[in-house]
């Protein structure tokens, strides 16, 4: 093979895969069984677990101040796994301050507690925008804020991984904890959204 | 009038060329290729293979159309192949040979 | 561990005025917005390996990792008052102001 230049640049995604993929099973390095059960534990990870986090500390002080002041041990608590995942840290919305996520520079995600980024998370147009225009940026999730509400804009650049406490609706006064939990969407984690009871 | 920065072309904080772009706010579900090409950087990253930061910097090495071009698993493993090619992990003829064969 | 917290939260910081992407391959995580801005110390987050040298596989120092925050229409020159941007940035790239 001596002279072979390979041109990664010719060579499709799917078809470049499949070669890695038979080269590291062959090193014994990735083999087809550790990469489905990989695939299986990371979607476990879901808005859910985040969610759970959320209404928690809605009901809860103690645990509120404790995801506040250590993200990830408050979603071990909860049973989440956590190992091998960057630290978790939590930005607390008041009512006059709003927190937005994004990573300018890639995509990073608070993936333990909320899955996969999606597709608008890793999108140019949102990694751009959040910085610059964030209030151009929510409106297209129809997201109005109160007047005087400052937004503070989370350029996750390096070893965190961030997600928003959002506030907790008005309306929900009298519900419990899974009701809460119900209620989060991934969005509202991220602070492109805020929670809202549907027909409201 | 504000000077464009030498930015590097995946530092897109303002990036002019998006400002003014709608977001795509539609849900894209992972695809089979996408979580393979995931669950397999995370297990180079696991077995001190190859970190994430080594990840990302192959990442940010593809020439700028052809970033905007690819998909984003794409780029993981247009990165992560480089990657492992640069650290011997495998070489470039046993690469060719297996590209060659499935041809 | 080399990379105790040097700079106090609550202080005022520059980001160097650097573009080490000019200069040849590099892997930087300080956005380029932020560089030459000044901001203000809200969090010592703490040490962590330096990822330019991490992504080229090379021995790592310890670098202490602040949260900055700064005033996000003084960056951009539009936008609302009272909006913010709060960024982690290594030690190596902060000097007082």
Known sequence: MAGTVLRLEEVAGERL???????????????????TEQIAMTDNASPAQGARMVARAWVDPQFRALMLSDGTRAAEMLGIPMRGAPPLGVLEDTPDLHHLIVCTLCSCYPRAVLGYPPFWYKSGAYRARAVRD???LLAEWGTVLDPGVRIRVVDSTADYRWMVLPLRPAETAKWNEDRLAALVRETDMIGVTLPRVAGD | MELEAPRAHHDLGGAGTYICQEIDRAAHTP???????DAIRQILGAKGIMTVDELRRGIEEIPEAEYHQLSYYERWIRSMTANLLEKGVISEAELAAVLAAAA | ??????????????????WPETRGRVHIRTPHY???????VVRCLGDFPDPEQLAFARPARILPLYHVLFEQPQIWLEGCAGDQLLVEIYGSWLEPS
Do not use: N
């Open chain 1, 17 to 35: 895969l499949r070669a890695v993929a038979a080269l590291l099973a062959a090193k014994g390095i990735a083999s087809p069984t550790e990469i």
């Open chain 3, 34 to 40: 932020v560089r030459g801005r000044t901001g203000t």
């Open chain 3, 1 to 18: 561990m080399s990379g105790s917290p040097q700079l106090a939260v609550g202080s005022r910081v520059r980001v160097r005025d650097d």
């Open chain 2, 31 to 37: 695809t089979d290729f996408d979580k393979e090409v």
């Open chain 1, 134 to 136: 964030p209030r151009g």
